[in-house]
């Protein structure tokens, strides 16, 4: 039942309209073909789906994707994300039909956050015993916080606040010292 408003859509959405130049369905092409067409399963993304087979096991929709045929795939196999590729060309759809880049934007982001998909991740919750709602997901957007700063070495090391692992980094460097 933990659940949390799915954040990267937003992230990506907000750095692109405060920092980028390209419309979505632009930058997107890119996830989408290999979203769609698969890349080679790496190493340490072998390892982290065995160390997750338990948890992948437990939902249909995560074995599908992480153990294709019941298992965890070789390094080397493709490794495909269909859902997710189908998820980003919706949104990426969304988008192209806006008249600017601004609007493309925002259109993306209402494709997931308050469309068909919203909807369709409203409906798992629901069925799941979930509490995530359609207003949850509607009036999320990602806040910009202020970076932590430390000295470290003669460099000044930037990382995110207390709700990632940024302050770990800080805590692993100085322990090093």
């Not at 390892?47 to 929709?61: D, F, K, M, P, V």
């Not at 949850?136 to 957007?141: Q, S, T």
């Amino acid at each position: 039942r933990r659940t949390v408003v799915p954040a990267a859509p937003d992230a990506w959405i907000t750095a692109l309209q405060r920092h980028g130049t390209w419309r979505f369905e632009d930058i997107c092409q890119f996830a989408i073909r290999y979203a769609r067409e698969g890349f080679a399963v790496f190493p340490l993304l072998r390892e982290s789906i065995l160390g997750h087979r338990a948890e992948y096991e437990r939902w249909e929709s995560n074995r599908a994707i992480f153990l294709p045929g019941g298992r965890v795939p070789e390094v080397g196999e493709r490794f495909v994300q269909s859902d997710l590729a189908a998820t980003l060309q919706y949104m990426a759809d969304e988008a192209r039909g806006a008249p600017t880049r601004e609007a493309g934007l925002e259109a993306a982001h209402a494709a997931f956050y308050r469309g068909d998909i919203a909807a369709a991740i409203v409906a798992h919750q629901k069925a799941e015993g979930g509490w995530l709602s359609a207003e949850d997901l509607a009036g999320f957007r990602s806040r910009i916080e202020p970076v932590v700063r430390r000295p470290w070495r003669g460099h000044e090391l930037l990382t995110c606040g207390p709700w990632c692992q940024g302050l770990a980094l800080t805590e692993a460097l100085l322990l090093a010292e």
